[in-house]
């Protein structure tokens, strides 16, 4: 394991939950690599911490798709794999146009303020070149069409999958390029429900996550031939 990580420790939070946040953020970061062993006495002694809240941290990654346990050689990084990318864009893709339907009919101008903003923040966000604020700032943008839509069922249903997009969205911020059509693709989707256009909302959020999924795909397959 040479990954290059460190915990941060939080008085605010359970050793548990700075542990899990650690590993987190270095697998959605790259630190640790897609198919890398976790053997938890090397990293309880990198972190500094008993193997107590490395096996309880191992769960909750589990749980999230982050990690994987394979019989007789224990926990790994999850690979990224085309299936369940497609798997999970499918779903996203049937979400978002029920979200963007209901936020282009009840979205209030106090909303599309907000959603305007988010769009700069995204942008401004860019400079930073921080994968993880810049795919918060992305999460944030579209927080603010779910909230509109005004459903907490649907709501409910793609916070059980904000996680599992989330690793997603990390690696397709990965691509420079990709930056910049985004911050693109929000605008021209801010303008789309500013004018109640359904179909339009619905055709860029289509095209931006399939955007999304080609890039992924890019990346997969380059990983793969370099194995």
């Keep these: 394991?040479?990954?290059?990580?460190?915990?941060?420790?939080?008085?605010?939070?359970?050793?548990?939950?700075?542990?899990?946040?650690?590993?987190?953020?270095?697998?959605?970061?790259?630190?640790?690599?897609?198919?890398?062993?976790?053997?938890?006495?090397?990293?309880?002694?990198r972190l500094g911490v008993?193997?107590?809240?490395?096996?309880?941290?191992?769960?909750?990654?589990?749980?999230?798709?982050?990690?994987?346990?394979?019989?007789?050689?224990?926990?790994?990084?999850?690979?990224i794999t085309e299936k369940d990318l497609n798997d999970v864009l499918e779903v996203r893709i049937a979400l978002e146009n029920m979200a963007i339907e209901k936020a282009c009919k009840r979205m209030n101008e106090e909303q599309m303020g907000k959603l305007w903003i988010?769009?700069?923040?995204?942008?401004?966000?860019?400079?930073?070149?921080?994968?993880?604020?810049?795919?918060?700032?992305?999460e944030a943008f579209h927080e603010i069409i779910y909230q509109?839509?005004?459903?907490?069922?649907?709501?409910?249903?793609?916070?059980?999958?904000?996680?599992?997009?989330y690793r997603y969205r990390v690696e397709y911020l990965k691509e420079g390029?990709?930056?910049?059509v985004l911050v693109r693709?929000?605008?021209?989707?801010?303008?789309?429900i500013r004018e109640r256009d359904v179909q339009k909302a619905q055709e860029i959020s289509f095209h931006h996550l399939e955007n999304q999924r080609k890039a992924i795909i890019r990346s997969i397959e380059a990983e793969n031939r370099n194995k």
């Design 1 to 45: 394991m040479t990954s290059d990580f460190s915990v941060h420790m939080n008085e605010y939070l359970p050793l548990r939950d700075v542990v899990f946040n650690t590993l987190r953020q270095a697998i959605l970061k790259g630190e640790l690599k897609p198919g890398e062993r976790l053997m938890e006495i090397a990293l309880a002694e």
């Design 50 to 79: 008993s193997r107590t809240p490395i096996r309880e941290a191992m769960r909750k990654l589990e749980l999230e798709g982050l990690v994987v346990m394979i019989p007789r050689r224990g926990a790994q990084v999850a690979n």
């Design 118 to 138: 988010a769009a700069r923040e995204f942008e401004h966000t860019i400079e930073e070149g921080d994968l993880v604020k810049l795919a918060e700032a992305d």
């Design 148 to 165: 509109a839509a005004d459903n907490m069922r649907l709501n409910q249903v793609l916070n059980n999958m904000r996680e599992q997009i």
């Design 177 to 180: 390029e990709t930056r910049e």
């Design 185 to 192: 693709e929000h605008e021209e989707l801010y303008y789309a």
